[in-house]
């Protein structure tokens, strides 16, 4: 199978040449779009809205036709994993995502099994299908799940957290047990990616949301050494093409060389790090992703543009950058922003 049109993402995650720096933005079809809110609003939830096929291809497919984004990324939740082994998953109005059965008991989670991805999470795949083919070959589709230590936060603390109290007892008086569930999950995490490429899928992104928040040593015992593990196994190649794999831990900026260091083709930035220290740091053992604070957008439509180009210079010449924000785009971003931020980029050769 050929790649896509637009291949400048495929390409600047490979540091292949690449026309222009390419962009998409974490979270990019979501709720600061009018048309999503629409959507969202048919399916009568959140959750509908990911398990239905053709809805999750909608709202996929709404930025890239409202702004000129290099890359489309599946419309999912990170938590459709936990959810599809038995632990119950609700959204609470205005308290975000839950679980009715969150591991805390040792035998819950001695007996915690990996989901087969083909089966209990069919609709991802059936989705992941659907948006290629509406795609037509365009550009190309972003395939993610989280990192198995974040999935571990919800699945132990029950939902969100201030202070991840839970888990954080859990790893410093039973590491033994928070093993376990990373064992089961870095299974889960596998076989899912590998299951979206299989479907579709033409680059898989990692979300580390959660392992930032670490001490170094258990960041690198926790969260890194599971995610090495998964970027191993994933499936390289399908139908003669790359497969390129994104790790993104949101505050681990400190930990870039050990990041580079376990396979992943490139690495998120967040908005703490700069972009060209990062990239003296990795030199060329990988491409970068990122890294505007996602509250720029707010500003002026010349603020965002100077703010993009500060971070394209920072960056500097040649392949390997692949812009985006920091972190996910917040729901009341004025969408216009977007079309400023995007034309910046563009206008940029590296």
Aim: glycine share 8%.
């Amino acid at each position: 199978m050929a790649r896509p049109k637009n291949d400048n993402f495929l390409r600047a995650l490979l540091r292949e040449p690449v026309d222009f720096t390419p962009v998409w933005l974490m979270r990019q079809a979501g709720r600061y779009l009018p048309e999503y809110c629409e959507t969202r609003r048919r399916a009568g939830s959140f959750l509908n809205l990911c398990k239905d096929p053709s809805l999750a291809c909608e709202v996929t497919l709404q930025p890239l036709a409202r702004y000129g984004l290099d890359a489309a990324i599946l419309f999912s939740d990170i938590l459709t994993v936990p959810d599809a082994m038995g632990l119950g998953l609700y959204f609470a109005d205005g308290e975000g995502p839950k679980f009715e059965r969150p591991l805390r008991d040792e035998w819950e989670i001695r007996d915690l099994q990996a989901p087969d991805p083909n089966v209990h999470l069919r609709y991802v795949m059936d989705a992941v299908a659907e948006i290629r083919r509406a795609l037509a070959d365009s550009v190309p589709l972003i395939g993610f799940s989280g990192s198995p230590f974040t999935l571990a936060c919800y699945m132990v603390e029950g939902g969100g957290s201030e202070d991840f109290r839970t888990i954080k007892t859990m790893l410093f008086d039973r590491p033994d047990l928070l093993h376990r569930i990373l064992e089961v999950t870095t299974t889960a995490v596998t076989d899912y990616l590998n299951a979206q490429i299989e479907s579709g899928a033409q680059a898989v992104q990692i979300f580390d949301t959660w392992g930032g928040m670490l001490p170094a040593h258990a960041y690198r015992e926790f969260s890194l050494a599971y995610m090495e593990r998964i970027v191993a196994d994933l499936i390289k190649r399908r139908d003669g093409e790359r497969v390129p794999s994104i790790v993104f831990t949101k505050g681990g900026g400190q930990w870039l060389e050990a990041i580079a260091a376990i396979g992943c083709d490139a690495i998120g930035l967040d908005w703490t790090t700069d972009i060209g220290e990062a990239r003296r740091r990795v030199g060329d053992k990988v491409a970068l992703q990122g890294n505007m604070d996602p509250m720029a957008l707010f500003a002026s439509d010349e603020a965002v543009r100077k703010e993009a180009r500060r971070i394209l210079a920072g960056y500097g010449s040649g392949s390997g950058h692949v812009f985006n924000l920091g972190h996910g785009i917040s729901q009341h971003t004025p969408p216009e922003r977007v079309s400023a931020l995007v034309d910046a980029v563009h206008q940029h050769r590296p």
